[in-house]
C-alpha cells in the first residue's frame, strides 16, 4: 500500500527517505502531514528547543493540608490554599 517517498528537508535541503513504514505508522497514528524534516534536523530541533528554555521559577510556599515547605511553579496568591505534590496528588485521586 505505501512506497518509499524522497522528500527534501526544509532545514538543510537534503533529501531524506520517507519509509514506507514510517507512513504506515503516520497513518495508523492519523498523522496527516508527511515529515519536513530529515531525522538529523527533527533531533537538532528538538535538542535545541527543549535546551533553550529557561528554567521554571520555583515559589517558597507552605502546604495548606499538611503545613510542610514546598516549591510550587507560580507565585501563591493570599487567601489561596497551595498543597504540597504529596498532598496535591492524594487530593487528586480521591477525586476519582
Same mark, same amino acid.
Given at each position: 500500500? =505505501? ?20 507512513? +504506515?505508522?503516520?497513518? &495508523? $497514528?492519523?498523522? &496527516?502531514? +508527511?515529515? $519536513? /524534516? ?7 530541533? /528538538?535538542?535545541?528547543?527543549? %535546551? ?5 521559577? @520555583? ?5 495548606? /493540608?499538611? %503545613? ?5 511553579? =507560580?507565585?501563591?496568591?493570599? %487567601?489561596?490554599?497551595?498543597?504540597? @505534590? &504529596?498532598?496535591?496528588?492524594? @487530593? $487528586?485521586?480521591?477525586?476519582?
Amino acid at each position: 500500500m =505505501f512506497e518509499d517517498k524522497t522528500l527534501v528537508c526544509q532545514d538543510c535541503g537534503q533529501e531524506f527517505i520517507f519509509t514506507a513504514g514510517e507512513q +504506515e505508522f503516520y497513518h &495508523e $497514528k492519523g498523522f &496527516e502531514n +508527511e515529515p $519536513k /524534516r530529515c531525522r538529523e534536523c527533527r533531533t537538532n530541533r /528538538r535538542n535545541n528547543r527543549n %535546551g533553550s528554555r529557561a528554567p521554571r521559577e @520555583m515559589f517558597d510556599a507552605v502546604c495548606a /493540608r499538611c %503545613g510542610a515547605d514546598t516549591q510550587v511553579p =507560580f507565585k501563591p496568591v493570599e %487567601g489561596r490554599p497551595v498543597y504540597c @505534590m &504529596e498532598c496535591f496528588q492524594q @487530593m $487528586k485521586e480521591a477525586e476519582l
